[in-house]
C-alpha cells in the first residue's frame, strides 16, 4: 500500500513548540506542586490566620483590600458572562476561556457524560475489557489547567466496541451539537495500540497508580468459577526481568544490556548512598 502523506495545520516553526512560554510553564510547575503539596482546607487557615494576624495588627480597615480586589473579579466576570462587557477571555484564538470556568453548562454536561460512562465501563469490567484508569491535572498554566484520564483496556477491540456503544454515541451526539458553539470547552483522547513485549512499567517506592493500579479478571482452577481480580504488579528487583531487555523484546536491548546492564544486577546488593552524595 502507497505511504500516505497529510499536512500539518500549522506552519514550521523556528523553535519547537515545547519552548514556548517554557520560563513560564517551569514556574506555573513548581507553583502547582507547592499547591498540591497541602490539601485546600490548610491553605485556608493559613491564609485565616494571616488575616487575623493582619486585622489585629492593623484593624478591620485591612479586610477592604482584598473585599475591593474579590469584588472586581465577580463583577467583571458576572459582566463578561452576561454579555455586557467584551469577553476578554475568548479573544484569544489559541486558547478561549469562559468566565464560568467549569461551572459553564456546556463543561458541566460534558463532565457528567465522562463520568457516567468511566462508571459504566467500572461496572462492566469483565465484559467491556476495562482494566482501570488514572487521572491527572496539567500543571502547566496557572490555573485552569486541562484534566486528563489514561485508560486502560485489554485489547484495541474492547475499546472501539464501547466507543459504539450507545451511551458514548449519545455523548458524541451531544458534543456535535454544541462544539460549533463552544470553543472554549474542548475535548481530546489519544490512542496508542501496544504490541505484547513492547512496553513496561516501573513502580519504585509508588503506590498504585497508572497501570500499576489496574484490575485483571481470572477465574482461578481452585475457585468455584466466580471472577476474581488480580493486581498486574510483580516484584522486578531479580531474575530475568531485572533488566529491559528481560521485560521488553528487542534484539538492541538483549545486545547493550550484556555489556552495560551490571548496574542494574547491583541496585538492590550496593549501597549508593556514599555514591549519591
Known amino acids: 500500500m502507497a505511504e500516505k502523506s497529510f499536512r500539518?495545520?500549522?506552519?514550521?516553526q523556528k523553535v519547537p513548540s515545547y519552548n514556548h512560554n517554557a520560563k513560564a510553564v517551569r514556574k506555573n510547575i513548581k507553583n502547582n506542586i507547592m499547591r498540591d503539596n497541602f490539601t485546600m482546607s490548610t491553605w485556608l487557615l493559613v491564609g485565616g490566620l494571616l488575616q487575623g494576624v493582619a486585622v489585629a495588627l492593623l484593624g478591620y480597615l485591612n479586610l477592604l483590600p482584598a473585599t475591593v480586589v474579590i469584588a472586581y473579579r465577580i463583577g467583571d466576570n458576572l459582566l463578561m458572562a452576561f454579555g455586557w462587557t467584551k469577553n476578554r477571555y475568548l479573544s484569544?484564538?489559541?486558547?478561549?476561556?469562559?468566565?464560568?470556568?467549569?461551572?459553564?453548562?456546556?463543561?458541566?454536561?460534558?463532565?457528567?457524560?465522562?463520568?457516567?460512562?468511566?462508571?459504566?465501563?467500572?461496572?462492566?469490567?469483565?465484559?467491556?475489557?476495562?482494566?482501570?484508569?488514572?487521572?491527572?491535572?496539567?500543571?502547566?498554566?496557572?490555573?485552569?489547567?486541562?484534566v486528563m484520564t489514561v485508560m486502560y483496556f485489554g485489547d484495541f477491540e474492547s475499546l472501539h466496541k464501547y466507543a459504539h456503544g450507545p451511551f458514548h454515541i449519545q455523548a458524541v451526539k451531544y458534543w456535535s451539537s454544541v462544539v460549533k458553539d463552544c470553543p472554549h470547552v474542548s475535548i481530546y483522547h489519544e490512542t496508542y495500540v501496544v504490541p505484547p513485549g513492547q512496553w513496561e512499567n516501573i513502580y519504585g517506592n509508588s503506590w498504585p497508580t497508572g497501570l500499576s493500579a489496574a484490575s485483571f479478571p481470572i477465574r482461578t482452577a481452585q475457585g468455584n468459577g466466580e471472577t476474581e481480580w488480580m493486581s498486574p504488579v510483580i516484584d522486578a528487583r531479580k531474575g530475568s526481568l531485572r533488566g529491559m531487555a528481560g521485560r521488553i523484546q528487542s534484539d538492541y536491548l538483549k545486545g547493550y544490556e550484556e555489556k552495560q546492564g551490571e548496574v542494574w544486577d547491583q541496585t538492590y546488593d550496593v549501597d549508593y548512598r556514599e555514591l549519591a552524595r
Open 8 to 12: 500539518p495545520l500549522s506552519s514550521p
Open 92 to 146: 484569544d484564538e489559541r486558547n478561549p476561556v469562559t468566565p464560568f470556568g467549569v461551572f459553564d453548562p456546556v463543561y458541566l454536561k460534558l463532565a457528567k457524560y465522562f463520568f457516567r460512562m468511566v462508571r459504566e465501563l467500572k461496572e462492566t469490567a469483565e465484559h467491556s475489557g476495562y482494566l482501570g484508569s488514572a487521572t491527572w491535572t496539567s500543571a502547566e498554566d496557572s490555573a485552569a489547567n486541562e
